[in-house]
């Protein structure tokens, strides 16, 4: 989970946090249609290296213009993912280990089959061969009946 770790540092340096103001008022939400409670408006900010950008946000629905609202950006003010959460950081550890022992235990389950397979077949070869030079003698097929 190291790895996981770093990862994760890297990416939080990465993303910075800035506020945006909208620049107009976001329509108020519908109850009929699900999505209307999200809308995509203009807005403004000001990057971490100072300069300013412009660009539509997606915003709560009912916003007024002029609200602030946190934006995750790059150094240089290109909106960006936020980092993951510690909680999210965790689950995809633990499902990484999960994984790993399940495709562990396939592989060995997958191994115990095929040797399974292998050793039975080997033990059919040897009691054909076995029953062939036996099984005349046992059996009277090779002797001469005509006495």
Avoid: F
């Avoid at 107009?24 to 100072?50: Q, T, V």
């Avoid at 995750?72 to 003010?77: A, L």
């Amino acid at each position: 989970m190291a790895a996981t770790a770093s990862a994760v540092r890297a990416e939080a340096t990465s993303a910075h946090e800035v506020q945006a103001h909208l620049l107009h008022a976001a329509p108020p939400a519908g109850p009929a249609y699900p999505s209307s409670y999200l809308a995509s408006e203009p807005a403004w900010w000001i990057a971490p290296d100072g300069s300013r950008h412009t660009g539509r946000l997606v915003v709560p629905a009912g916003q007024p213009a002029g609200a602030t609202l946190p934006v995750w950006t790059s150094w240089s003010g290109r909106p960006v993912a936020p980092p993951p959460q510690h909680d999210q950081v965790i689950a995809t550890g633990w499902l990484t280990v999960i994984g790993v022992i399940v495709g562990a235990a396939a592989i060995l389950l997958g191994a115990a089959i095929a040797a399974r397979l292998i050793l039975n077949a080997r033990r059919i070869r040897g009691w054909t061969r076995a029953w062939t030079a036996v099984g005349p003698r046992w059996t009277g097929a090779g002797e001469d009946h005509a006495a």
